[in-house]
């Protein structure tokens, strides 16, 4: 059974950076595309940067720059380091992933089969 657990949220200011963890069992992340998603109130759920095995990442366009994806096979733990943080970032913020290599929808809600259940994160000005 495939279970993603994410952890890291917080509240911070603008300016600020973060780190979130997602720690995964039943799956090995080698053979996974692996990404981040974020929903913020009354907003649909996005997807802002994937990682896959070869290490090919794939960033939405407003966090190029500021957010970089990674994972740790050893530990099947993936990480998305957030930097310059702006308060437009608050969301819940969502790990995914799906068997087999990134593709061009590796940021579409729709390619994902598993998830976790989210963790906050809070920008304030």
């Known amino acids: 059974q495939v279970q993603l657990a994410e952890s890291g949220g917080d509240s911070v200011q603008a300016g600020g950076s973060l780190r979130l963890s997602c720690a995964a069992s039943g799956v090995t992340y080698t053979a996974f595309c692996l990404a981040w998603f974020r929903q913020a109130p009354g907003k649909e759920r996005e997807g802002i940067a994937s990682?896959?095995?070869?290490?090919?990442?794939t960033y939405t366009d407003s966090v190029k720059g500021r957010f970089t994806i990674s994972q740790d096979n050893a530990k099947n733990t993936l990480y998305l380091q957030m930097n310059d943080l702006k308060p437009e970032d608050t969301a819940m913020y969502y790990c995914?992933?799906?068997?087999?290599?990134?593709?061009?929808?590796?940021?579409?809600?729709?390619?994902?089969?598993?998830w976790g259940q989210g963790t906050q994160v809070t920008v304030s000005s």
């Open positions: 990682i896959d095995n070869a290490r090919s990442t």
């Open positions: 995914a992933a799906h068997y087999g290599r990134c593709s061009g929808s590796s940021l579409l809600v729709y390619a994902y089969n598993y």
